[in-house]
């Protein structure tokens, strides 16, 4: 059984990374807020308190930010493409995001004024169906490349939101350079999380979109009587939303929390350009064969990569049977825990929490990350059973088992 591997972050850090973070500002985010705000689908997803997991586990607090009812998606992703597609256009109309609320976007005075656009993007099937869904909202077109791997599910979800889409028999990287290419070639609009020289604008976008999710857990945690969380676990693939809610929660406590980003291991960018420690990216390769469909990229995107290696307390690369833990552990709660349907990559921070309080291969990192009995612990559950068979083959039919494996730190 593969074993999870870790190493803290002991990357170069660079001389001005307070300002590397300022575009996740409160002020920012709450622009980005009250945009996703205006939207009739909205409202605020739950902050899960599992009381009874968390004595079990042995820390003070676990909290499951649940995406699972994000804007009827099942999925986080809509956050950051709405974000990005909505500023873009208020750009081109030359306005603030903050004079184009919703109802306004949509109007007929502003489908005039901008003329047609067709979003472009690639995706194992969330983000490409969150792109598709707000270019059927704002009466756009979209197109959605898939890489290979990606489910029938999935492609139809995304055809059902009125978009042209295809699996291609690419990697993820690979499929995005695809889209990117036919969105030159025909005027269209990329709509990628990935960043990369000369495309930062709708990337950066993108991250503070996702912004608002991490405001809504603050805020939640508040609720609950928990200041300051002590320990954030967030999943990476291209590293937004992992760059995200690390920027935000950087700006948001004068002790910034301490911060773990967990990959899959097919797909550990992040894990190896930390083990190289050169300040620079490390790409994966391949077709990443991971359950964590979510998290199957092998390049980082540059922007949040600065953001992470400033910021972030340690890297884990994680394998699959590692998801399914915390997708059992969620949809299984003890008696009085509320239950959480949370698929292979939203699950797998949940897992990791459990593997490293349990298991006593695990206490060189439970002692580097501080985690103990004082521990308020937020994990991002970013989807919920966006392949329902998926999720019933692992947590109905036992496939993907989630025992003890060897374990390895570097």
């Known amino acids: 059984m593969r074993e999870i591997k870790w190493k803290v ?7 001005n990374k307070e300002q590397i973070i300022d575009f996740l500002k409160d002020v920012e985010i709450d622009k980005v807020k009250k945009f996703h705000e205006s939207f009739p689908q909205y409202t605020e997803t739950p902050l899960v308190k599992l009381d009874n997991l968390a004595k079990e586990l042995g820390v003070g607090g676990l ?29 081109k109309l030359g306005k603030d995001i903050s004079e184009l609320p919703y109802d306004k976007l949509i109007s007929d005075e502003t489908r005039k ?16 169906r969150g792109v598709a869904w707000t270019a059927n909202r704002l009466k756009q077109k979209s197109v959605v490349y898939m890489p290979i791997g990606s489910t029938e599910f999935r492609l139809n979800k995304i055809k059902d939101e009125g978009a042209e889409a295809s699996i291609t028999d690419l990697n993820y990287d690979d499929a995005v350079r695809l889209a990117t290419k036919h969105a030159n070639e025909t005027g269209g609009l990329v709509v990628q999380d990935t960043a990369w020289e000369g495309y930062e604008d709708i990337p950066a976008w993108i991250m503070q979109g996702y912004g608002t999710m991490a405001k809504e857990a603050v ?19 291209v590293g937004s939303l992992a760059g995200a809610v690390q920027g935000y929660v950087a700006n948001a406590f004068e002790e910034c929390p301490i911060t773990v980003v967990v990959e899959a291991d097919e797909a550990d960018c992040y894990y190896k350009s930390a083990e190289v420690n050169d300040g620079k990216a490390v790409a994966v390769g391949g077709d990443m064969p991971t359950i964590m469909a979510g998290l ?23 394998p699959d049977w590692v998801a399914s833990k915390g997708m059992r552990t969620l949809g299984n709660p003890l008696r009085g825990d509320e239950k959480v349907i949370s698929g292979e990559s939203g699950a797998v921070t949940t897992g990791l929490v459990a593997e490293i309080m349990t298991n006593d291969d695990m206490k060189d990192l439970r002692d580097a990350l501080k985690l103990d009995a004082n521990s308020k ?32 730190r570097k």
């Open 9 to 15: 972050n002991t990357l170069p850090k660079t001389d």
């Open 219 to 237: 805020e939640q945690l508040k609720e609950y009587g928990v200041d300051r969380p002590t320990h954030v676990f967030v999943q990476a693939g």
């Open 377 to 408: 612990v937020l994990v991002i559950s970013t989807e919920g059973d966006t392949d329902p068979e998926m999720y019933k083959s692992i947590v109905w039919d036992g496939n993907c088992p989630s025992v003890h494996g060897p374990h390895g």
């Open 296 to 318: 199957a990229c092998g390049e980082v995107n540059t922007i949040g990569f600065e953001v992470l290696k400033n910021y972030a307390s340690a890297f884990v690369s994680a």
């Open 63 to 91: 909290f499951v930010k649940d995406e699972s009812y994000r804007f009827g998606l099942n999925a986080f992703k809509v956050l950051g493409g709405s974000y990005a597609m909505g500023k873009w256009m208020a750009d």
């Open 113 to 128: 004024e901008l003329g047609d656009v067709t979003f472009y993007t690639a995706t194992d099937g969330n983000h490409g």
